[in-house]
């Protein structure tokens, strides 16, 4: 068990090397949830999960309510983010599919730049902690990707050899804790249950460490709170009244409350924007699976209600991808707004990028947009998007929103949801839980959402 003496050492980042000074300009810390619904949490809905920091978060800055994932897993969302695309055009338009230990591609240095090497060249340091995800070769590690810090696991805790062991389904290896690009530990299910603790420490001493040194950073923080199992550090257990799952979020909300005091004490509270989102929607649906691998620990309470239709998994209906997002600026955002415009993860790296002063890519198809303006109530001009589409891997489109409208496309069944044979019309507005099918008493919005939605997938797989 070698993480104890990680934490020690780790806490001082003594022998990091950052770039120039950039302390003009704000840190950006994005708290990268992991399968957490719309309303899992408080302010947006929850009744049985409590999420205090979150909602105080909430308070004290924006939420955006038609904030979209821009898929409805891990890998593709969290590519999509680090670029600024939709997750078909990632890797010059192969896209990736959620990647396991037997996999070997990941996001390509040869074709992609990230918002992380766009911050560097700002000044920026840089550093994740917590699930990478995006391939676990030392070729696609996050130190070539623009991350001068990495403390983490390459991919999810349902990754282990328990996969082999319990079901005979897959047999990978031990999951590897690793520093930049070295192994350091082996986790074993006791050890990742602690793991949530240890990535919340070591983000907490990065803010306090770069803020004595008056160095602007980037911090992805990316727990690995809600992903299945749904362990929690010893102690912190059968406290929601939603089971492990409600376990794992109250604990990533105690998280954000230690990175909220962080950056308080530290004294960068004023020039430090703080994002919270989710990489896609939750687990609603059985995984027998992972069930018999982690019992009660993955056991999906089905009975429980949500105000989206679907989950994680897909993206034909808005429980997929459209999950919470809440930013936060003290002096910048101002406190307790609304922004109901559509928005979408890959916004983040425009976003991020406008406010480094850093110059956008002209060389490639960038999706997303500057939030600047919506977050800070000075939006004089057209929304950032009049639409968004929702893609499976690889690129099978499954739905197109403009508006209020939103068309799901026929496609054959994806875990989660069945096979569909034709065109469904929903409006959001009046039925944000897509429960009536009004393409027949619309059929003329039926058909020109049909029409749009092939242009747009034509475009994207240009």
Same mark, same amino acid.
């Given at each position: 068990?070698?993480?104890?003496?990680?934490?020690?050492?780790?806490?001082?980042?003594?022998?990091?090397?950052?770039?120039?000074?950039?302390?003009?300009?704000?840190?950006?810390?994005?708290?990268?949830?992991?399968?957490?619904?719309?309303?899992?949490?408080?302010?947006?809905?929850?009744?049985?999960?409590?999420?205090?920091?979150?909602?105080?978060?909430?308070?004290?800055?924006?939420?955006?309510?038609?904030?979209?994932?821009?898929?409805?897993?891990?890998?593709?969302?969290?590519?999509?983010?680090?670029?600024?695309?939709?997750?078909?055009?990632?890797?010059?338009?192969?896209?990736?599919?959620?990647?396991?230990?037997?996999?070997?591609?990941?996001?390509?240095?040869?074709?992609?730049?990230?918002?992380?090497?766009?911050?560097?060249?700002?000044?920026?340091?840089?550093?994740?902690?917590?699930?990478?995800?995006?391939?676990?070769?030392?070729?696609?590690?996050?130190?070539?990707?623009?991350?001068?810090?990495?403390?983490?696991?390459?991919?999810?805790?349902?990754?282990?050899?328990?996969?082999?062991?319990?079901?005979?389904?897959?047999?990978?290896?031990?999951?590897?804790?690793?520093?930049?690009?070295?192994?350091?530990?082996?986790?074993?299910?006791?050890?990742?249950?602690?793991?949530?603790?240890?990535?919340?420490?070591?983000?907490?001493?990065?803010?306090?460490?770069?803020?004595?040194?008056?160095?602007?950073?980037?911090?992805?923080?990316?727990?690995?709170?809600?992903?299945?199992?749904?362990?929690?550090?010893?102690?912190?257990?059968?406290?929601?009244?939603?089971?492990?799952?409600?376990?794992?979020?109250?604990?990533?909300?105690?998280?954000?409350?230690?990175?909220?005091?962080?950056?308080?004490?530290?004294?960068?509270?004023?020039?430090?924007?703080?994002?919270?989102?989710?990489?896609?929607?939750?687990?609603?649906?059985?995984?027998?699976?992972?069930?018999?691998?982690?019992?009660?620990?993955?056991?999906?309470?089905?009975?429980?209600?949500?105000?989206?239709?679907?989950?994680?998994?897909? !993206?034909?209906?808005?429980?997929?991808?459209?999950?919470?997002?809440?930013?936060?600026?003290?002096?910048?955002?101002?406190?307790?707004?609304?922004? !109901?415009?559509?928005?979408?993860?890959?916004?983040?790296?425009?976003?991020?990028?406008?406010?480094?002063?850093?110059?956008?890519?002209?060389?490639?198809?960038?999706?997303?947009?500057?939030?600047?303006?919506?977050?800070?109530?000075?939006?004089?001009?057209?929304?950032?998007?009049?639409?968004?589409?929702?893609?499976?891997?690889?690129?099978?489109?499954?739905?197109?929103?403009?508006?209020?409208?939103?068309?799901?496309?026929?496609?054959?069944?994806?875990?989660?949801?069945?096979?569909?044979?034709?065109?469904?019309?929903?409006?959001?507005?009046?039925?944000?839980?897509?429960?009536?099918?009004?393409?027949?008493?619309?059929?003329?919005?039926?058909?020109?959402?049909?029409?749009?939605?092939?242009?747009?997938?034509?475009?994207?797989?240009?």
């Amino acid at each position: 068990m070698k993480y104890i003496s990680v934490i020690i050492i780790l806490s001082l980042f003594s022998g990091i090397s950052f770039g120039q000074d950039a302390s003009k300009k704000p840190n950006i810390i994005h708290i990268l949830a992991d399968d957490v619904g719309y309303d899992d949490i408080g302010c947006f809905g929850s009744a049985d999960i409590k999420t205090p920091n979150l909602d105080r978060m909430a308070s004290m800055g924006m939420k955006f309510t038609d904030f979209y994932a821009p898929h409805g897993t891990c890998t593709p969302t969290r590519a999509a983010i680090l670029t600024g695309r939709y997750a078909p055009r990632v890797n010059n338009g192969t896209g990736l599919p959620v990647l396991f230990p037997d996999s070997d591609i990941g996001l390509d240095t040869r074709l992609e730049v990230t918002i992380t090497e766009l911050l560097q060249d700002q000044g920026y340091a840089t550093a994740l902690i917590g699930k990478w995800h995006l391939g676990h070769l030392p070729e696609f590690l996050p130190s070539n990707h623009g991350f001068e810090y990495f403390l983490g696991i390459p991919y999810p805790n349902d990754h282990g050899p328990e996969r082999l062991a319990n079901t005979g389904s897959r047999e990978f290896p031990m999951i590897p804790l690793i520093e930049n690009n070295e192994t350091i530990d082996e986790l074993d299910n006791f050890l990742l249950a602690e793991m949530p603790a240890l990535f919340t420490q070591i983000a907490c001493d990065y803010i306090r460490e770069m803020a004595s040194q008056e160095q602007t950073f980037y911090l992805q923080y990316s727990n690995i709170e809600t992903h299945t199992p749904w362990f929690v550090p010893k102690g912190f257990e059968g406290y929601s009244e939603a089971g492990p799952f409600g376990d794992a979020v109250e604990y990533l909300d105690r998280s954000v409350g230690a990175i909220l005091r962080a950056v308080k004490q530290a004294g960068i509270a004023e020039n430090t924007l703080i994002v919270f989102s989710s990489d896609n929607g939750p687990l609603i649906v059985p995984y027998p699976e992972l069930e018999d691998c982690y019992g009660h620990f993955a056991e999906v309470d089905t009975n429980r209600q949500h105000l989206l239709r679907g989950g994680k998994y897909q !993206s034909r209906y808005e429980g997929g991808t459209k999950v919470a997002c809440i930013m936060m600026w003290p002096g910048v955002i101002p406190e307790g707004s609304i922004c !109901s415009n559509i928005t979408a993860g890959f916004d983040l790296f425009t976003t991020f990028a406008a406010i480094a002063g850093a110059e956008i890519p002209t060389d490639r198809v960038i999706d997303g947009r500057d939030l600047y303006p919506l977050m800070t109530n000075n939006a004089d001009g057209p929304p950032p998007h009049r639409d968004f589409a929702g893609y499976e891997a690889r690129g099978l489109q499954m739905s197109y929103r403009e508006g209020p409208w939103v068309l799901t496309i026929p496609t054959k069944a994806v875990y989660g949801v069945g096979a569909l044979d034709h065109y469904e019309l929903f409006n959001l507005a009046e039925d944000p839980g897509e429960k009536n099918d009004v393409s027949e008493e619309y059929p003329f919005i039926r058909d020109q959402m049909i029409d749009k939605a092939k242009e747009f997938d034509k475009e994207i797989k240009q």
